[in-house]
């Protein structure tokens, strides 16, 4: 069958079951779009910004365990999504990104909306590619979701000039990739995989900490009956939450800068630290040196070799797929004779229990004024823990964090790399799109959400009934509070002034504003507000200005070395 | 410490790029890099010659490995290896100058391909240290251009990098 390019890059999707494209259109994209309107099977979402689009696609992604896809034209739509696509790449998350370009002809002759999209996103992408033959664009679609949903995944780009989209050619959709320069490791090591058995058994004081791998790969299951199979005290990191249930008691909390007292103890004085899907990040461990000061062996599962010993020094090595690898693990503890030190595990516990009652999460709450932490806690009350959560990047972020206890995967939604602000709402729109029936709610503050407000719109064109949490503190909160701690209290430029009224504005987009002043309202609002099924409801939320995330660890200090509350200062 | 690392990449517009950039990206050093196509049109052979601590190369690995062209990846200078270098050298040969210039190219096996009432070309090859040495050798005074290719490596014996 001979199509266009621009009809065979929609077949493809088809072909890949994409439900949703979000996307902008442009002229380099035109003969897509014409592609695109000529069907009904892959429907688009026209965001506001292309920023915008690119979230929206990562949080269909992150929330299902689908490729998200998004369209975007030549330059500055490009330009656009580059945030978009870094955010991505930080937290390996499939996507698939096309872009138009300008034709053939005209490359390099720095023609009108005309950028090196290649180049300029080449450091932000798992891969990339510029299609110059027609013939070639179905193969390279193929590749481009293989590669994108395989391995450690990330976001894959795939840069098509307009004539290319206007030009004929057969058809034929591969039915598998063969690449010989890419062949990720899925299986993990037999050998060291007994080995990391035998020192978990062994352990005297054992500790489990999974990141993002663990969500990505879907191994919350087999991750949650082994930690469970094992007694095991477990953290899982910011871009793990919900990796194993937050509720049980073998939680610790989230481990790192603002994790928990018990969490980052445990981490620390561990004699056998099992690592999962997560990458000692500088967040989390604080100051490597620090870190490895005290013995302990390491464990370190990973589908990305690079992971391993990058920042700390790996002892069991095991490269695969961490669904694989724990199914492995948990077939050869059931097989196992060795004996585990339990009388060592139980002394552990008692340790960590000692930890635990310091209480290092408890907050003043108050009757004048409203506490973040609070309204968390009534969000997670409200939803019944089960609404899918997006946050944007500062305070909230880390309170949602701490205070909603997610016991799903895939139900915490936030730029955990990257830090990207302005991704709350795009996350609540991609998520809600995947989950029509679920509850979603974005937290933000009044100084994220104002990085893609625009997107208010759209929520109305596409009936998206999310729910906003503004945690609206008239400040750009994480920065005061390192003004506030680091910085003599100077907050150059940190206060957020000349404020809409939000819940005006959410009004005239056609939603529903709630201000909210007081906290004995908050409670009220929440349920008012996901009453309220086929709505959008914008809750503004007057918060304490002055409120700090604790714990904390100051950035380049060791985990041990914590703020646990104001009074610690 | 002194490495060289020897890769085959798919010969795809932009491969080179991918390589370099990620070398700046991660701040990694690159002393001199070579690439060309192998007698498999479709594949290119680059010879990176980097320094760093053994952690270092470790990612330098990994992570070049980690490139989706990236076919394979080679620490040769971990065991025996040969390293060549080309040289071309533009030289001043007038007067007495000219015939002892003739004379230390003889020493060093190098071979004059260009000549000129005033100038010589001499083609130089072997490894860093005797090209450094024939620039050492000489009255730098009377170098006019230098030319250099940059390493290439291959293992001894058994050891083979290919597909």
């Known amino acids: ?569 | 410490m002194r490495h060289v690392i020897a890769l085959l990449i798919e010969n795809e517009s932009g491969a080179l790029s991918r390589v370099s950039g990620l070398f700046s990206a991660r701040g990694y050093n690159i002393e001199s890099l070579t690439v060309a196509p192998t007698e498999d049109a479709s594949l290119s052979r680059m010879t990176i010659v980097t320094t760093g601590s053994d952690d270092i190369i470790e990612q330098i690995t990994k992570q070049l490995n980690k490139l989706v062209d990236v076919v394979k990846v080679v620490d040769i200078s971990e065991s025996a290896h040969i390293e060549r270098e080309l040289m071309l050298i533009k030289v001043r040969a007038t007067g007495k100058d000219r015939e002892e210039m003739k004379r230390m190219a003889d020493i060093f096996r190098g071979r004059i391909i260009d000549a000129t009432d005033s100038s010589y070309v001499i083609e130089l090859t072997g490894n860093q240290t005797k090209l450094d040495s024939f620039i050492g050798a000489i009255d730098t005074t009377l170098i006019l251009e230098t030319v250099r290719s940059g390493i290439v490596g291959i293992g001894r014996g058994d050891r083979i990098l290919k597909l």
């Open chain 1, 1 to 569: 069958m001979v199509l266009t390019g621009a009809e065979i890059v929609i077949r493809c999707l088809q072909e890949e079951k994409v439900d949703y494209v979000f996307g902008y259109p442009g002229g380099a994209v035109l003969f897509i779009y014409d592609a695109l309107f000529q069907q009904e099977k892959v429907r688009h979402v026209l965001v506001r910004h292309e920023q915008a689009a690119i979230h929206a696609a990562d949080a269909y992604a992150r929330s299902t365990e689908s490729v998200g896809v998004a369209l975007v034209t030549s330059g500055p739509g490009a330009t656009n999504a580059v945030t978009g696509i870094a955010t991505a790449y930080c937290d390996s998350i499939p996507m698939v990104i096309i872009s138009g370009q300008v034709p053939t002809a005209a490359i390099g002759q720095d023609a009108f909306q005309e950028v090196d999209t290649v180049g300029i996103t080449r450091p932000c992408v798992k891969h990339n590619f510029l299609v110059k033959d027609v013939a070639d664009i179905a193969s390279t679609i193929k590749k481009a979701f293989h590669l994108a949903k395989t391995g450690r995944p990330g976001p894959v780009l795939v840069d098509i000039p307009k004539d290319v989209s206007a030009q004929r050619a057969e058809y034929h959709y591969p039915k598998s990739v063969e690449m010989r320069s890419y062949n990720p490791v899925v299986k993990g090591h037999q050998g060291q995989i007994k080995k990391a058995l035998k020192l978990l058994l062994e352990a005297k004081r054992p500790m489990i900490y999974t990141g993002g791998g663990v969500i990505l790969s879907d191994a919350a299951k087999p991750l949650t009956k082994l930690v469970r199979k094992l007694g095991m005290p477990i953290t899982n990191t910011l871009m793990g939450l919900g990796g194993y249930p937050a509720t049980d008691k073998q939680y610790l909390g989230m481990p790192g800068m603002h994790g928990t007292y018990e969490a980052n103890m445990s981490m620390h004085f561990s004699d056998v630290l099992l690592a999962i899907g997560a990458r000692f990040d500088d967040r989390v461990i604080g100051d490597p040196n620090h870190f490895a000061a005290e013995p302990r062996k390491i464990i370190h599962i990973d589908i990305d070799p690079s992971s391993i010993s990058k920042r700390v020094k790996v002892d069991v090595p095991i490269v695969g797929d961490v669904k694989d690898v724990l199914e492995e693990l948990i077939r050869l503890l059931d097989e196992n004779t060795q004996k585990q030190d339990t009388d060592a595990l139980a002394t552990w516990w008692k340790q960590i229990d000692e930890w635990r009652s310091r209480d290092c999460m408890k907050y003043k709450n108050s009757d004048e004024i409203i506490k973040p932490q609070y309204v968390i806690e009534k969000l997670w009350e409200v939803t019944g823990g089960e609404a899918f959560i997006t946050s944007d990047v500062g305070q909230h972020q880390m309170w949602a964090a701490q205070y909603y206890k997610f016991d799903k995967p895939r139900r915490w939604l936030n730029s955990g790399g990257l830090g990207t602000m302005g991704v709350g709402m795009p996350y609540a729109m991609g998520a809600q799109l995947a989950h029509p029936d679920a509850q979603v709610a974005c937290v933000t503050g009044e100084a994220s959400i104002q990085m893609n407000i625009q997107e208010l719109s759209t929520c109305k064109q596409f009936r998206l009934p999310i729910k906003i949490c503004n945690l609206n503190n008239r400040y750009l909160g994480m920065v005061r509070q390192w003004q506030e701690l680091f910085h003599g209290g100077r907050y150059a430029e940190s206060y957020m002034d000349s404020l809409p009224d939000f819940a005006k504005l959410a009004e005239s987009y056609g939603h529903i504003g709630i201000r909210v002043d007081r906290p004995g309202d908050v409670e009220g609002a929440l349920r008012e507000a996901f009453s309220r099924k086929k709505d959008l409801v914008f809750l503004d939320f007057q918060i304490d200005q002055t409120e700090n995330v604790y714990p904390m660890v100051q950035g380049g200090k060791g985990l041990t070395e914590m703020i646990l509350s104001a009074e610690d200062l």
